[in-house]
């Protein structure tokens, strides 16, 4: 059964899904902002990963390679790519129950691959913290990863900007669902470890404007939300979703 690959309708782009990774591969390279434990933060990329980890480990020493990096510069080995230009999502998710969605306006497309599960780890920004981070430790909790194309470039500011968007498209579908935070039942804005890949092109077409007002930041909102909401719905089905807590009805706004 696995794995397949997909053609996907960013240009020279291909998906490889496996029971263990999803793949996005390129033909040539392209920019990338990503909050990955392996290949994150701003670097150009000719691949980038979501992979599932099965076993759990409560110190990063004991990984295979003795870190989460070293563990996942091995994942990305195995599926062919090269580490040097690569980045790695790690979740818990069955990777293969992944949500697909392409949004199009003339030249302008995003297209978003995401995963994730809140049964056992959404929580509420603004709560109070679970552990303590240190060096070495490493938190098995639960994720939502998404991994977003652009077809077209972006100014660095902006593709940090994007983030913010994408989160909140994030946190509206969670809302809408009335998922809780597992810790206290207050409505969740995310799970603990959510993680954030996008790609851009390089020297392609320029947006400069990634707000939710604006054309580009409606497709990365509209992107989050229906893919989160995709993968609960259909594959997570938690039970810490709760009618009660589901957004209200909007109010009629009064003009003055």
């Excluded at 000719?46 to 870190?67: C, H, I, K, W």
């Excluded at 009335?178 to 954030?196: H, K, L, Q, S």
């Excluded at 020297?203 to 989160?228: C, H, I, N, Q």
């Excluded at 609960?232 to 909007?250: C, G, H, M, Q, S």
Aim: proline share 4%; with cysteine; glycine share 10%.
């Amino acid at each position: 059964m696995y794995p397949t690959i997909h053609s996907l309708a960013v240009p020279e782009a291909r998906l490889r899904v496996s029971e263990d990774s999803l793949l996005i591969s390129f033909d040539k390279e392209h920019l990338s902002l990503s909050t990955a434990i392996y290949g994150g933060g701003l670097r150009r990329v000719r691949a980038v990963m979501n992979q599932r980890l099965r076993t759990f480990y409560g110190e990063e020493s004991d990984f295979p390679g003795g870190s989460v990096a070293a563990y996942l510069k091995r994942c990305i080995e195995k599926e062919g790519a090269d580490p040097e230009t690569s980045s790695a999502l790690l979740t818990a998710a069955k990777v293969y129950q992944y949500s697909h969605k392409v949004f199009t306006s003339g030249d302008l497309m995003v297209e978003i691959v995401t995963t994730g599960g809140v049964e056992k780890t959404a929580c509420r920004a603004s709560s109070k913290p679970l552990y303590r981070e240190r060096d070495g430790h490493f938190a098995p909790i639960g994720t939502i990863n998404m991994m977003v194309l652009i077809h077209g470039s972006l100014p660095e500011g902006i593709m940090a900007r994007s983030f913010i968007t994408l989160t909140e498209g994030k946190s509206a579908a969670l809302s809408d669902l009335g998922i809780a935070d597992v810790n206290n039942g207050r409505p969740a804005t995310g799970t603990g470890t959510d993680g954030i890949t996008l790609v851009t092109e390089i020297g392609a077409e320029r947006y400069t404007d990634a707000g939710p007002f604006s054309e580009l930041g409606s497709f990365l909102a509209k992107a989050a939300y229906d893919s989160v909401t995709e993968c609960l719905v259909i594959y997570d089905k938690p039970w810490n979703a709760f009618a009660e807590l589901r957004t209200p009805k909007a109010v009629k706004l009064g003009k003055g």
